[in-house]
């Protein structure tokens, strides 16, 4: 196999083998930066059909449960942990979005009682 015919830092011939028709090894080709960006061994490949299917949460507890396995598929390393962290991000958005919901059912509740209440009050004061 040829040898790299490209320089290392210290000045000298790399020698390293070079790549297939070529006369330079994989990190003198210029194909480094993107064989770097597809990642390197630690970089592992994430199956998203390999996770557990979840309907959209509508509920608190329906958020609880989708946390709760992908915390179990991170620590298996089922799951990319930055779709882990993406996930993490949204539930507390959803959950904010959740109780600000239920604050306001709450809320317009409350003021059909105080209106039906405030109406009786006046039915009450009408002389007949
Ligand atoms: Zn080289």
Do not use: W
């Not at 330079?24 to 480094?32: D, F, L, W």
């Not at 994430?46 to 959209?56: R, S």
């Not at 009682?113 to 039915?123: D, H, K, L, P």
């Amino acid at each position: 196999m040829a040898k790299c015919r490209a320089n290392n830092k210290a000045g000298k011939p790399c020698e390293a083998p070079a790549v297939e028709g070529s006369d330079r090894c994989i990190m003198h080709s210029g194909r480094a930066a993107e064989l770097g960006s597809k990642g390197g061994r630690r970089r592992a490949i994430y199956n998203q059909e390999n996770l557990k299917e979840f309907a959209a949460p509508k509920t608190a507890g329906d958020l609880r449960d989708l946390l709760a396995q992908s915390i179990v598929e991170l620590r298996n390393g089922q799951l990319d942990p930055r779709l882990a962290n993406a996930v993490g991000y949204v539930g507390a958005s959803y959950l904010r979005a959740l109780e600000m919901s239920d604050i306001e059912t709450r809320l317009i509740r409350l003021e059909r009682e105080i209106e039906r209440t405030s109406q009786a009050v006046r039915n009450v004061g009408v002389p007949r």
